[in-house]
């Protein structure tokens, strides 16, 4: 595999019982891109997610991650694996009984339990700020801050361990549209001071348009197309046209062509 292809994944199938999510499923996500993952609601965007980082292991298929299939892993060679991605769940999935600050140092306990106290407090105060929150969000519990200020905690969460591989589950599901477009900021951010590789699951077309390098669609149990915006509208795929060139997404062209 090229190194260039940071996720692998080749026939996959997950299914729950007889409702088969995924048939065939191939997919590759290149180093250093923003992968937007779109489909309707159902088909299986989270499962997959959840597939390639092992939370979901699959009927058939390979999922290869860093070059390295993951199926085939002993216990260490797949926690080294996952010490080198963070993931935003949807929702954020903070822990509401911890601050701010001990939400962000879970990955930390976890992978490093002999860490010196206070360089956690260190590694977490900057997490944060990277995260673009305040400094003094870091003694804060999750029911004290706003929704956005939530996906920030769980982003500044998911870069603990400075990752190569953000996983985001829809980010900007839930925020104004002020709220989404500095997130989709913080994230382009990101990617380009980080070299980050992003896979981001998401509905919010304005997110596609001003971040996303590539766009996979889901649909049929499968990615049916995955490429630029330009290349999938030349698809002439009548579901893709639809999300694309619906209102919102004449909208979102708009707003993007404003952006600059
Ligand atoms: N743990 C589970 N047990 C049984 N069925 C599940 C489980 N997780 C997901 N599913 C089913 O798999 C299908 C795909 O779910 P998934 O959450 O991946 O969809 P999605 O594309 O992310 O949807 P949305 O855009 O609404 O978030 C759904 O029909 C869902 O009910």
Redesign the pocket.
Known sequence: MSDDIVISVRGLKNA?GE?V?HENLDLDVHRGEILGVV?G????????MRSIIGLQPPVEGEISVFGEPMAHLSESEALEIRKRWGVLF?GGALFSTLTVAENVQVPLREFYPKLDLALMDEIAAYKIIMAGLPADAGPKFPAELSGGMKKRAGIARALALDPELLFLD?PTAGLDPIGAAGFDELTKSLQKTLGLTVFL?T?DLDTLYAICDRVAV?ADKRVIAVGTIDELLALDHPWIEQYFKGPRGRAAVAAAHAGG
Do not use: A, Y
């Open positions: 729950f409702q999510v489909g609601s159902g088909t299986g965007k989270s499962v997959l949807q829809e699951i509905h889901l």
